[in-house]
């Protein structure tokens, strides 16, 4: 197992990114499928990637919050990232996740989200927390509807129409 474990369940744990996840990240991203609803795209390059752990992914972990990398308990293989976001402008904090394609369908997202909401709200002590999801998105909605999460409303969301979940 890997440093810096915040969370466990049944079949994954959930740790801090470094710099050294930099390649994964553009792993990750490089998929457009993948990234189809996420809003952003590929990540460029190492420079790129180091840049967004840094000004976008390390400062939330001063919050005890952030995107955690998520890994296989069995083999230790990096799936995606699952976790929250402090969201200033709309004072919110955000559940957020994405992983590997070939992992897809077997029930991690609805695992590690259950496990990042109840830490959320059992250790941080949040009043609650949100999540948006593109309409087109399906599989999104369907494990926000699945950890308990209800919809509120449509958002224009980087010029599409998102669905946005509340816990509470
Ligand atoms: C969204 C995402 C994280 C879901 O991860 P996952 O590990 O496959 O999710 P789970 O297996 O826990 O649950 C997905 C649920 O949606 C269902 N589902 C999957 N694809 C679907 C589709 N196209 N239409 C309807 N339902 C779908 C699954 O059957 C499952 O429900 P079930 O357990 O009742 O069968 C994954 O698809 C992903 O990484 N997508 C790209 C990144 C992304 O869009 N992130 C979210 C941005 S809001």
Redesign the pocket.
């Known amino acids: 197992m890997k440093n810096n474990i915040i969370l466990s369940t049944k079949r994954l744990y959930l740790r801090e990114l470094t710099l050294e996840d930099a390649q994964l990240l553009i792993d990750l991203n490089s998929d457009p499928?993948?990234?189809?609803?996420?809003g952003d795209g590929a990540v460029k390059d190492l420079e790129d990637s180091k840049r967004i752990l840094i000004d976008i992914i390390f400062p939330q972990y001063l919050n005890e919050m952030g995107r955690w990398a998520v890994h296989l308990k069995a083999d230790d293989e990096f799936i995606?990232w699952?976790g929250l976001k402090y969201q200033a402008e709309q004072d919110e904090v955000d559940l957020?996740?994405?992983?590997?394609?070939k992992?897809?369908?077997?029930?991690?997202?609805?695992?590690?989200?259950k496990a990042v909401i109840d830490y959320g709200i059992n250790i941080l002590k949040l009043k609650n927390i949100i999540?948006?999801?593109?309409k087109e998105?399906?599989?999104?909605?369907?494990?926000?509807k699945?950890i308990g999460m209800k919809y509120l409303s449509v958002e224009m969301c980087c010029h599409d129409p998102?669905e946005k979940y509340t816990l509470k």
């Open positions: 499928e993948v990234t189809r609803y996420t995606g699952c957020g996740y994405r992983f590997f394609k992992h897809w369908n077997k029930g991690y997202a609805v695992e590690s989200a999540a948006r999801a593109a998105n399906k599989a999104s909605i369907n494990v926000l699945k998102a």
